[in-house]
């Protein structure tokens, strides 16, 4: 049987749905998302196998004009992302159709290796006759919908190069469960705290025992100022807490096992302009930001 296996890249602005609709295809919320605008940060790899295809999904950074070093380094991981796609899905929300033509988002890479699949994303917001004009220029999804979800699947399946598969077939994920942990505490973040301190959150793991039950996980949570730290506790502590059992309990869904998370807040001041900073969270640096 001949197979088929490559890197299919989620690119867009953000907010648009990339995150969402890589879990509807993986059949699990692997990705954190939220109606808030740029959640994702570190490309999250998401892997379906179907039985003579392997996608491997890369769900990137959405492609912004950048204003500080993290975010100019998100960019830099969006557009490596893109670069070395097979296929690059641009998705944009079908209530702002049409799709600016990709190359807008990406000045930057004049020529692209990979084919691009325009895909109208929120199918479910626009009406059944303007959803049918959409489906004429691009693929349409409904996170909600699986039917859409397989339609899209079937038409990327022939454009992904002819390879054995690189994964086991059971896979959905490349990336360790502590990687998870940063994700879920900051989707918790994303979805209890309000104004600019979610950007702020950050999240690193300093210990994680999965040899005794529950699961330990011991891990620290950054923000950038002393009083962005209260606001994160909250009264008593109840802040945090639910940031933390929101976190636990994907975690315990993602593994199938309890846990026992603990958190701590630590403060580091402006760590999304330092590099030091951010490539201790595993942030690349911009080129001309190394030296
Ligand atoms: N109605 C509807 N809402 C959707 C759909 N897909 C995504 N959303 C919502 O759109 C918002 C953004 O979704 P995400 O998946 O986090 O978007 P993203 O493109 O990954 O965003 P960034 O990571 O910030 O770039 C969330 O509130 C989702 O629930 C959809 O098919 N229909
Ligand atoms: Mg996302």
């Keep these: 049987m001949t197979t088929r296996c490559g890197i299919v890249a989620l690119a867009g602005l953000p907010n648009v749905g990339k995150s969402t609709l890589l879990n509807a295809i993986l059949g699990t919320p ?12 570190l490309p999250v790899t998401g892997i379906r196998t179907e039985a003579a295809a392997q996608f491997i999904f890369l769900d990137l950074p959405g492609l912004l004009e950048p204003t500080y070093l993290l975010q100019r380094s998100l960019r830099r991981l969006a557009l490596e992302g893109v670069a070395q796609a097979d296929v690059i899905l641009h998705l944009h929300p079908a209530p702002d159709a049409p799709a600016p033509p990709l190359i807008t988002l990406v000045p930057d ?14 199918g479910d917001l626009v009406s059944p006759e303007r959803r049918h004009l959409l489906e004429a220029e691009g693929a349409v999804t409904d996170s909600g919908d699986a039917a ?4 899209l699947l079937q038409r990327l399946e022939p454009l992904l190069p002819a ?6 077939p059971d896979d959905i994920g490349t990336q360790p469960v502590r990687f998870f942990v940063g994700e879920y505490l900051r989707e918790g973040a994303f979805m209890v705290l309000d104004d600019e301190l979610p950007y702020a959150f950050g999240a690193e793991v300093e210990e994680f025992r ?12 950054f923000v950038e100022r002393e009083s962005q730290k209260g606001i994160v506790i909250g009264h008593k502590g109840a802040t945090l807490r639910q940031i933390g059992a929101h976190a636990r309990s994907r975690l315990e869904a993602l593994i199938g096992e309890p846990v026992y998370l603990e958190t701590w807040v630590k403060v580091l ?4 302009r ?3 900073a951010l490539a201790r969270f595993g942030f690349p640096l911009p080129e001309a930001e190394t030296s």
């Design 148 to 151: 859409s979800i397989a339609a």
């Design 163 to 168: 390879g054995p598969f690189r994964h086991d």
């Design 210 to 221: 999965d040899d005794r039950s529950p699961v330990y996980i011991r891990a620290t949570v």
């Design 274 to 276: 330092s590099p030091g």
């Design 30 to 41: 692997l990705s954190m998302v939220s109606p808030k605008a740029q959640a994702t940060r």
């Design 269 to 272: 001041p402006k760590w999304r």
């Design 109 to 122: 890479l004049p020529t692209l290796r990979g084919k691009v699949v325009p895909v109208y994303t929120k």
